[in-house]
């Protein structure tokens, strides 16, 4: 009840109070609005009449506030002037601290390059302390060559010995060494028609004349040859020791003298006596008796049907499949009354023939309306080689049997199936082999061409054939096809081989190869300009672990002393026995694979006896080499901001030696081009011609073993190159790079298509982004057949197919694919010939030209692909260690 009291006397009160606001306020607020009004019009009317009464002093007013107002327009000028005047300073100081900022900027630039110049003094002071103690240690010091004694010319007169027969059976006891010093380069100097008439049809002699000049040894100054080479056959005469005796260098017994009997004519025996004494000349034909040839001294030489030089890979068929129609074939009649062993072979032969067998033979041992009579003791060919290439090119083997004549080791009939079985790629079979002279068989091992097995093993020969796996032919006929094309195949490779193992007798290193020259793109007084290189934004990078010093490659120089460790039996990478010497290309004795290094000094071996393991691998990383850099060769035409890009990513790259840009553009670069400065020299060389080719050439400043082929481009990372980089040095005879390809077999129209499609297997990597080793660029330059870098030139496309085809031949292995990298980015890079719709095409094409010239497809199939060993792999900081790739 009190409750509701109060609340009742409170809202009365306030209502009362409202109703009193609400009366008041409007009262007070009518009275002031009323007395405003009043004072208004009183002060109006005021200012009325003062007006009236005071006009002049009104009119000096408005006078005076003129002045006020021009005064205040004058001050506002002045002001302005002030402020402009103060703005310029402004400016001036603004300007004066930017360029004083900007000297702080290149003082700091001009300090780091300082700097950068200190470290690389400091480097190279490091680097000439290593050599000085590596020189310490290795005590060899450069020996000037010895002085070249040259006797009296022409040789002094020397009496003819009666028993040279016996006494020349090697090179010591016939040779005059004083006349070839190991530094003369083993000089040849051959006779002229003129001073020897009556040995030598003029059309002969001048055919090999022709070749021979293009041998480095040959020299016209007879005052410095070493040897001379005589040419006696095929000859319209008969020949005697008087007409020998009339040679000018002759010297009484023909001392280093090399007489060459080519063999062109199998039918009939030479028109000179087999028992005349030519004293101490070294005698190279393909018909010897047993009795006569001195082995050591004289050259077995295969016959000369072949033409005078070039390329006979179009003469061969291809060399798959491994088996062929026949699995054995023989041809021939007997010209003469035999012995009963040798009927007994006949007898054998026709008992092999009669054997219950799924297998075809083609074995004919009368061929009486096709026999081409002869005055040889041998088994007589029959038809001509067109009708004999029927049969051969269709066998898988050939037998090939000693002379009849006990007493002859070889015949031209003998060395003309030789020839052929090679030539069309069936494997010969020598029966008898220990009594079958064989070309050049002092430095050929031919049973890894060949079979070679005892005439006695006849009965038991179709199961020995029968055993032998398709690999394994392939291999013999791979060999037997490779020693045709670059020994037997032309006059100019029979010649060369003959003077190369009379040159490797006498222990004359062979001639180095010439590096291309690397001619600078600017003349000497002008000098690029160039500028900082522009350094992208960083991408994220796989750890490698350490890395090695940055010490050059070290430059092997051979100085004359190349041995038989320099090289090894080529059989298991060439497909070719010999054991000689690395060199390229003149000679036919192809390199080992001795490996190019240094500044054009000569070749080396890969070393593989140190290092490459464990701890020894984490104190030199690569492995067998403890220091060893690359270079960079780039291919470019009429690209040059995104050649200049490119080599700006290659700023602080370790490893990198040089870079070589191949300027493929018959236009120079523009004067204003600004060229980056990426820590390392950047070579510009002038192409003779737009080629792809120029891409493989082995420039004279490519001073180092490894090179990185690169499109102009490419967009790789430093640890993608870093780490492919480490692959290849140890597979350092392989093509070890990133974008892979493979090829296939054409289902509908045969043969092989070229394919970039995501695969789980590759047979080729690209060269766009690829390592290879400088002696491969030798052996594409100077021994792939030209056809193939032709058409390289032809379609402007295909030379790295070129290339993965000669190093799968060389090696017999595929390439070495490195990261997961499938293709190149390049953002605003223009149309590059990859684009052009006949690209892939042309490359199809390119496949199987290539697999007809090589006689098959050396390309690999490979699954293989390596990473860093910690690819994907997230450990900590603190426990990243040393480690090795796989």
Known sequence: MFLCLSTFKFKSRLLFTILVLLIIAPLIGHYYLSKEEKDGFDNSYNSH?????????????ATDLKHRIAELVRIKNSVNNELRNIEGKRQKLLSELASNHKKIEDSKAELIRQEAELDKLKISVKQAQVAE?????????????????????????????????????????????????LTSGFPFYFYRPEELPELVSMSLNKIVFQVLRYNPHFTNNSDNACVYVALIGETHNSINITQLERLPFWGGDGRNNILFYLSKNIYNKPKFDQNINFGRAILAQSFWNENNFRPGHDIMLPVSFGPPGGEVWMDSPYMLPARRKYLLSFEGYKNINVTQHQQNFGDMLQKFITQTTDDQFYIITDCENQRVESNITDWCLCGDETKRKVFIAQSTFTLISAPLDNDMISTAMMQTRIFESLKFGAIPVFLEHDRIGLPFDEVIDWCRAAICIAGERIPELHWLLRTIPDNDILLMRRQGRMLYEKYFGTIQSILDTTLAVIRNRIGIPPTPVIDTPSPSIFNEHFKPIKMDAIIPDAEPEESLGPLEQPFNSPVFKRNHTVMNIHGYELWNSWGDPFKLYPHMPFDPLLPSDAKFIGSGKGFRPINNGAGGAGKEFCQSLGGNSPREQFTIVILTYERDQVLMNSLSRLHGLPYLNKVLVVWNSPKPPLEDLRWPEIGVPIHVIQAAKNSLNNRFLPYEAIETEAVLSVDDDAHLRHDEIMFGFRVWREQRDRVVGFPGRFHALDLNHGGWLYNSNYSCELSMVLTGAAFVHKYYLYLYSYWLPQAIRDKVDQYMNCEDIAMNFLVSHVTNKPPVKVTSRWTFRCPGCPVSLSEDETHFLERHKCINFFTKIFGYTPLLNTQFRVDSILFKTRIPHDKQKCFKFI
Do not use: W
């Open 49 to 61: 009449s003062k007006l009236e009464v005071h006009g002049d002093y009104g009119v000096f007013k």
């Open 133 to 181: 103690n590596e020189a310490i240690i290795q005590n060899s010091p450069n020996l000037a060559p010895p002085t070249i004694i040259l006797p009296k010319n022409p040789p002094s007169f020397i009496p003819l010995s009666v028993n040279t027969r016996y006494t020349c059976r090697n090179m010591k006891n016939c040779f005059d060494y004083s006349r070839c010093s």
